[in-house]
Nanobody, 125 residues
Framework: QVHLVESGGGSVETGGSLRLSCANL????????MAWFRQAPGREREWIAR???????AYADAFQGRFTISQDNAKSTLYLQMNNLRPEDTATYYC???????????????????WGRGTQVTVSS
């Protein structure tokens, strides 16, 4: 059973940085597919970045250069380093993995279907 726990959210001013963490405490996808998403009030969930054990990290265009995804396999922890934060980055940030589909290697962003509870990020102007 998947069990993801996010942490590291908080309130920062414009231009600040945060590092989010996601502890992967339950069943793990065989090819290591992990991702970050976010959802702002009144908006659809938005894909940020993903990693997998056999692929390079990939980012949605809007986050390339400001956000960095990484993972520590020894700690079963996924990270999201967020720099130069803006008020429009205010959202709940979710860690995700793929439940089932064990042979997926490329980790398509639209196949992520198991989520943590999220951590809130608020950026003030």
């Amino acid at each position: 059973q998947v069990h993801l726990v996010e942490s590291g959210g908080g309130s920062v001013e414009t231009g600040g940085s945060l590092r989010l963490s996601c502890a992967n405490l339950g069943a793990k996808h065989p090819t290591g597919c992990m991702a970050w998403f976010r959802q702002a009030p009144g908006r659809e969930r938005e894909w940020i970045a993903r990693v997998g054990s056999a692929i390079d990290a990939a980012y949605a265009d809007a986050f390339q250069g400001r956000f960095t995804i990484s993972q520590d396999n020894a700690k079963s922890t996924l990270y999201l380093q967020m720099n130069n934060l803006r008020p429009e980055d205010t959202a709940t940030y979710y860690c995700a993995t793929i439940s089932g589909y064990p042979t997926l290697v490329n980790c398509p962003f639209d196949t992520f279907n198991a989520w943590g509870r999220g951590t809130q990020v608020t950026v003030s102007s």
